[in-house]
């Protein structure tokens, strides 16, 4: 059998770098949509879309509101919340008996 619509080429649990978020912040300015993006970068949509959530930002222009992405506000909070999901020995914290 040959399978035409085969997906093991995607990056799968990856994390997006920062000229990916840059990208990403690009391309959805000019007014790409999210799936013709995440297809550009070999990406999941759910990706695009929790990054876009992840580094979205409200910027007040001319006194209005408007949430707008920025790859720099995401890899901020990305390495934000890097921080503490990392597992740390307690090693040097236990007192001896």
């Known amino acids: 059998m040959d399978y035409t619509n085969h997906n093991t080429t995607l990056r799968t649990n990856k994390h997006l770098n920062f000229e990916e978020r840059f990208y990403v912040e690009k391309r959805i300015a000019v007014g790409d949509s999210v799936t013709a ?21 409200i910027q007040i222009r001319q ?14 909070t990305y390495e934000q919340q890097r921080l503490g999901s990392f597992n740390t020995m307690k090693l040097g914290s236990i007192e001896s008996f």
Request: hydrophobic share 35%; no cysteine.
């Open 37 to 57: 993006v995440a297809t550009v970068l070999g990406r999941s949509r759910t990706t695009i879309y929790t990054e876009l959530k992840r580094g979205s930002v």
């Open 63 to 76: 006194g209005k509101a408007r949430l707008v992405y920025f790859a720099d506000s995401g890899q901020l």
